[in-house]
């Protein structure tokens, strides 16, 4: 599981890979809870990127992504949004995330 500082980072990464990205907020309880079943999720799928952005931190990536709300879960294939989801996921949800 990478964090990504820089738009520029974020794009580098789901332009070149398979990959689940969280957004997320350092306010947002939500986001904390997320934050073990999604590196668990991660550890189970290693053939899949698992990045982590703070939407205050990195705004441009959140108001290009689209991001409305967090936590957002987003997979990427190579530079194409495939999936989508808000909000807390159960183990099995962020597994199809993954998959």
Known sequence: MRNVETYQELMFAIQGHAC??????????PCKTMSQPF????SRNPNVLAIVVDIEQVREAGT????????TFQRWEHGTLT?????????????ELFA
């Not at 290009?64 to 936590?71: I, L, M, N, Y």
């Open 64 to 71: 290009s992504c689209g991001v409305r709300a967090v936590p």
């Open 83 to 95: 999936r989508e989801r808000t909000g807390m996921l159960s183990p099995g949800e962020l597994d």
């Open 20 to 29: 689940v990205v969280k957004f997320e907020a350092a306010w947002c309880q």
């Open 39 to 42: 590196g668990l999720a991660a």
